[in-house]
C-alpha cells in the first residue's frame, strides 16, 4: 500500500479562502476532504503550529510536526523508504529534500482542486 503524505500548510495556503483567520478549522476541512477519498492508501496529513490541535479520523492520521512540518515530513519519508511514497507539497526545497529519499511529489491541486 502507497503512503500520502501531505503537507498541510503548504495545501491550505494554495487558495486564499481565508485560511489565515482559522487555520485549525482549514486544516480540518483539508483532513475531511483527505478521508473522503478511496484512494486506497494511507494518508498521513502533516500538520505545524496553530493547527497542531488537529485530531486524527479513519483514513487520516495526522501528525504534528513539534517543530518544522518541512523536517517531520523528511523524517517520514525516511521512514516509509521501503513503500512507495508521495508527498503533497508546492515548496520546492522540500520536494527536493523527500525526492533524496526516493519519493515522488504532487502539488497541492492533486488533494485540492481551487475553489
Do not use: F, K
Amino acid at each position: 500500500m502507497s503512503v500520502l503524505i501531505v503537507d498541510a500548510a503548504n495545501v491550505v495556503g494554495s487558495v486564499p479562502d481565508g485560511w489565515w483567520r482559522d487555520r485549525r478549522g482549514a486544516a480540518e476541512r483539508l483532513r475531511d476532504r483527505l478521508a473522503a477519498r478511496d484512494a486506497g492508501e494511507e494518508i498521513v496529513l502533516v500538520v505545524e503550529g496553530a493547527a497542531r490541535g488537529v485530531e486524527s479520523v479513519p483514513g487520516v492520521r495526522v501528525d504534528p510536526a513539534p517543530g518544522s512540518g518541512d523536517d517531520r515530513i523528511v523524517e517520514l519519508v525516511a521512514a516509509y523508504a521501503d513503500r512507495d511514497c508521495v508527498v503533497v507539497t508546492a515548496d520546492r526545497e522540500l520536494r527536493e529534500r523527500v525526492r533524496a529519499y526516493g519519493a515522488r511529489c504532487v502539488g497541492p491541486r492533486a488533494v485540492r482542486p481551487p475553489d
